[in-house]
């Protein structure tokens, strides 16, 4: 990706907005409620996959209203710009067993779904009572691997996007909305 030397340069890049932040909103209202309605009265583990998933794990744990317990997971696959590297690591692992929990899984995007599909290979090795996951955004003509998530929020085409937590190498995760990105 170009060098980004100036908030002229920042903006430059943002092409169109196409999901805003009140689109989002009601969408997380309506999957928090479906949560908390399936889920009354059970152990809930959030499992937000850093750093992409950072905004949409502060916002859905919000709009959930039964108990539920929230952990970190660091997954990488895109080092730098928007070129996947096909490689993915665990570079920061959760805290809790998993085994007393009802784990949701909760993803920025699913792209090629390998990232993701290493972390539920992982996380199914540890037997929590179930695991499910649910993601902000699904981009399916891009799957590489037989992956679907149980919850998406929002089916989007082959664009790369930002914003809402999601970046390009780390900047635009501040965008309240999801953005076309236009690249070199
Ligand atoms: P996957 O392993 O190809 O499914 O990619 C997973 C990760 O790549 C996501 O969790 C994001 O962090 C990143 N990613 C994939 N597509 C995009 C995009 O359009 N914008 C920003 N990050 C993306
Ligand atoms: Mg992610």
Redesign the pocket.
């Known amino acids: 990706m170009g060098d980004i030397k100036s908030v002229d340069d920042f903006n430059k890049r943002i092409k169109r907005v196409i999901i805003s932040e009140e689109e989002i909103e009601t969408a997380i209202k309506k999957v928090g409620k479906q949560i908390s309605d399936s889920y009354d009265g059970h152990p809930i583990l959030l499992v937000s ?1 850093l750093n ?1 998933a950072f905004v949409f794990m502060a916002d859905l744990c919000r709009a959930i209203t039964v108990p539920c317990e929230i952990g970190f997971m660091c997954a990488k ?2 080092y730098n710009g928007t070129v ?1 590297s096909g490689v ?1 690591k665990i570079t920061m692992d959760l805290q809790q067993d998993i085994s007393k929990y009802h784990v949701i899984i909760v ?10 599909n290493d972390v539920v290979k992982l996380l199914k090795t540890r037997n929590p009572l179930s695991l499910k996951i649910v993601t902000l955004l699904d ?1 399916p003509s ?1 799957r590489e691997v037989d992956l679907k998530a149980d919850i998406s929020l929002f089916t989007i085409p082959n ?4 914003g809402y937590g ?3 190498g780390e900047y635009y995760r501040n965008l309240p909305y999801i953005a076309e990105y236009i690249e070199d």
């Open positions: 996959i992409g696959s895109y996947s993915v993803e920025d995007i699913i792209d090629t779904g390998r990232t993701l981009k891009r664009h790369f996007v930002i999601l970046d390009c």
